[in-house]
Nanobody, 128 residues
Framework: QVEVVESGGGLVQAGGSLRLTCRASGLTFANVAMGWFRQAPGKEREGVSC????????YYADSVAGRFTISRDNAKNTLSLQMDSLKLEDTAMYYCAPAAGYSYCPLSWRQSRGFGSWGQGTQVTVSS
């Protein structure tokens, strides 16, 4: 059974940084693309970033490009998201998920489609 566990969220002031970590088990981690997603209250879940199975391809939502960096360690089955220059609008629950059988990021990743095995998420709150 696939399981993902997110951690690293917290309360941070605008302009600050956080590093999120996702640990995955029950799958061949190195064979699948991974994504970070977020959902703010009253809004739909949206894709934040996606990385291909070997890490060669990295994609970002326009709203976070240049501020967030996705990375993965296939030897440790972990996915990370370094978030810098945080803004109030980054406040949300953040989730990671593996692509459903894809080594590449599906075209629908920004709509969080093509992914499965969602974890409980980790809350990020940015204050002024």
């Amino acid at each position: 059974q696939v399981e993902v566990v997110e951690s690293g969220g917290g309360l941070v002031q605008a302009g600050g940084s956080l590093r999120l970590t996702c640990r995955a088990s029950g799958l061949t981690f190195a064979n699948v693309a991974m994504g970070w997603f977020r959902q703010a209250p009253g809004k739909e879940r949206e894709g934040v970033s996606c990385i291909t199975s070997a890490g060669g391809g990295r994609y970002y939502a326009d709203s976070v490009a240049g501020r967030f960096t996705i990375s993965r360690d296939n030897a440790k089955n972990t996915l990370s998201l370094q978030m810098d220059s945080l803004k109030l609008e980054d406040t949300a629950m953040y989730y990671c998920a593996p692509a459903a059988g894809y080594s590449y990021c599906p075209l629908s990743w920004r709509q969080s489609r093509g992914f499965g095995s969602w974890g409980q998420g980790t809350q990020v709150t940015v204050s002024s």
